[in-house]
């Protein structure tokens, strides 16, 4: 199971979206907008489906605010 992965328009660094699929799932996903927060600039980015990638792993510093230890 992987990961979507955003890029912060901000700071351009990517992120966790902390939504966790397969990748043939993701393969199907429709090109819909949705929000993600953004543990770098602390914003909340409107992105479309198309904009994401699929992470098999995510680097601790790339966590995004659903994955990272409280």
Known sequence: MGVLMLKCPTTGREF???IH???DSFQ???DTVTKAPCPHCDLS???WTHEARW???VAAS???AF????
């Not at 994955?67 to 409280?70: E, I, N, Q, T, V």
């Open 62 to 64: 790339q966590s995004g």
């Open 16 to 18: 966790s979206t902390g």
């Open 28 to 30: 199907r996903l429709p």
């Open 45 to 47: 980015h409107k992105w």
């Open 21 to 23: 699929l397969e990748e």
């Open 67 to 70: 994955d990272r230890a409280s």
């Open 55 to 57: 992470a098999d792993t």
